[in-house]
């Protein structure tokens, strides 16, 4: 499924271009969000906290530009988010994988797409699928779903009581 732009319409009024995009949960971020995933997973494997290891560098789970690359997209269908310090900036380059995410992780069904203006979710579909459907284009030999149905669900437990940074 590719993401789709709808036709290009400008404000009569101040001539700013008035776009909306519909983003769809496809492959390249299907396979971001498991690179991630597994990231975390073997941080936590050394002993790291899930909190810290839910910290992740984007450009060091070793994938491709075109998956790398997927991370707005990925965001704004609720899988990922950007980290932001304690001064409650964006820290750039790092990203955490959200409660939504280790849902989609688990096999659960997540929103299939979203609709954005102006960088704003304006529409969100009533259409879900699986992580497991979003690969369908790109078979990912090694996603099982019950691989994660209690890691990321235990470990957001656990940080939620201490501070709800997840979605």
């Known amino acids: 499924m590719e993401n789709e732009k709808q036709k290009k319409e400008v404000c009569p009024t101040c001539g700013a271009i008035a776009n909306?995009?519909?983003?769809?949960?496809?492959?390249?971020?299907?396979?971001?969000?498991?690179?991630?995933?597994?990231k975390v997973r073997e941080q936590c494997g050394k002993g790291i906290?899930?909190?810290?290891?839910?910290?992740?560098?984007?450009?060091s789970i070793g994938q491709s530009y075109s998956v790398v690359s997927h991370q707005t997209?990925?965001?704004?269908?609720?899988?990922?988010?950007?980290?932001?310090?304690?001064?409650?900036?964006?820290?750039?380059?790092?990203w955490v994988v959200t409660k939504r995410g280790w849902q989609a992780l688990r096999g659960e069904l997540v929103p299939a797409k979203v609709s954005t203006f102006r960088k704003e979710i304006v529409e969100r579909f009533?259409?879900?699928?699986?992580?497991?459907n979003a690969l369908v284009t790109f078979p990912e030999s090694q996603y099982n779903p019950q691989d994660w149905f209690e890691f990321g669900e235990n470990q957001i437990a656990k940080k939620v009581e201490a501070k709800e940074t997840l979605f």
């Open 126 to 132: 009533d259409e879900m699928t699986t992580l497991g």
């Open 73 to 94: 997209i990925t965001a704004k269908l609720g899988l990922i988010a950007k980290l932001k310090g304690d001064d409650g900036r964006h820290i750039k380059g790092y």
């Open 20 to 38: 909306s995009y519909t983003y769809r949960f496809d492959s390249a971020s299907a396979r971001l969000l498991l690179a991630m995933a597994r």
């Open 49 to 59: 906290v899930f909190t810290e290891a839910n910290t992740i560098h984007i450009q």
